[in-house]
């Protein structure tokens, strides 16, 4: 998988005593976007994924999102939902 290396989002969730963040890569030549996260960075326990892609320094895909313009509002809002699915929040 090929990144574009001028597009990438750091995306948060600062609330309730918890600073977590993932990292967006928009891929090249699609309108895909890439969320990665680190559950070593933060103590957490990887969940089973099989084949899932990984991306040194950044942890593995937890979700893609397909836009050409990643809204940070909007990519915040999917962040927290999945923290919230994955129990972590």
Not at 74 to 83: A, T
Request: proline share 1%; net charge negative; with cysteine.
């Amino acid at each position: 998988m090929l990144y574009d290396d001028s597009c990438h989002m750091h995306l948060g969730y600062y609330e309730n005593g918890f600073d977590l963040e993932a990292v967006a890569f928009k891929r090249q030549s699609q309108e895909i976007w890439d969320i990665f996260f680190d559950f070593k960075q933060y103590g957490l326990k990887k969940p089973v994924q099989e084949n899932e892609l990984s991306l040194s320094g950044f942890g593995i895909r937890i979700f893609s999102i397909e836009t050409n313009e990643l809204d940070y509002n909007y990519g915040v809002k999917k962040f927290r939902k999945w923290l919230f699915n994955q129990r972590i929040i």
